[in-house]
């Protein structure tokens, strides 16, 4: 089968197209047939092979622990091991593999994956899990968003950002999106009640409060988060941009949230197939709808990384391996 293996650390380059031995699966797995998959940073951080993945143990020391990266992908199962229960062959799925997921055929257990909503096509399924289960968990999960709420979303029309603005309006709240200049139209559409353009407007100084802040960039000291949000606010942090801001937000954040009413901290998704049912439930009445950027195929994948590395993509990228 086809994959898309990288055995040294570096540029979107070093990600090759190479034939690699179909997967079997085992009585507790599920064999799918990919059919697209999505971009997402944390796989890119892995192909550079950034010293604190290595130092934690997330990648290799010197080369890539597992050549074929992570990926949400949405196909068609194949095969099903003897203990499966909530899948069949021929059933349209989407979730994620981690590790050795960017490939043609993946062998997955039960919890990661969900049934394929019918009225979305497989590039859109494929967009969904790690950016819209962020998005679902940062609101949910950390935030507590409730109904009527103000809610600001910085970086609202990336990948996370994207689904976080239709998914805190499916939860009734007052939202409020900043993106720059040219997808202000995007946000407005996807619902948000305001958008802010950030190459006019700083958030957290035009004097204006809100409950929940999520921040899918990052690109803010602690100290603008405090300024923006309501005595008992709520900030959840998903993305950084540098390792200085991403150390002030663990260490200060903690420290304020300890001290004070308003409450900062970090998360990261976990997947989880009841996560991606509430998803797929979203989906099926409109009140999410992924939003793909461009699709890519197999032998354009270092193409579409140096793309993602701009940071400008509006929703997600995909790449398809019809």
Partial sequence: ?????????????????????????????????????????????????????????????????????????????????????????????????????????????????????????????????????????????????????????????????TFTVQIAKAFGAHVTGVCRTQNVDLVRSLGADRAIDYTRQDFSRGGEQYDVIVDNVGNHPISDYTRALTPNGICVIVGYTSMGLLFQNLILARLISRIGSRKIGTMLARITRQDLIVLKKLMETGKVVPVVDRCYSLGEVPEAYRYLETRHARGKIVVTFD
């Fill in 1 to 161: 089968m086809k994959a898309i293996v990288h055995t040294q650390y570096g540029p979107p380059e070093v990600l090759q197209l190479q034939e690699v031995e179909k997967p079997v699966p085992n009585d507790n797995q599920v064999l799918v047939r990919v059919h697209a998959v999505s971009l997402n940073p944390a796989e890119d951080h892995m192909r550079k092979g950034l010293l604190l993945g290595r130092l934690i143990g997330k990648t290799g020391l010197f080369k890539p622990t597992n050549p074929i990266l992570a990926a949400d992908f949405s196909g068609r199962v194949e095969a099903v091991g003897r203990n499966v229960t909530q899948f069949k062959p021929g059933d349209d799925v989407f979730g994620r593999r981690a590790p050795n997921g960017f490939a043609e055929y993946v062998c997955v257990t039960e919890n990661p994956i969900a049934l394929k909503p019918a009225n979305i096509t497989f590039e859109q399924a494929a967009a969904v899990p790690v950016a819209a289960v962020t998005a679902l968990q940062s609101l949910r999960d950390s935030a507590h968003i409730q109904a009527g709420q103000k809610v600001l979303i910085n970086g609202a029309s990336g990948g996370v950002g």
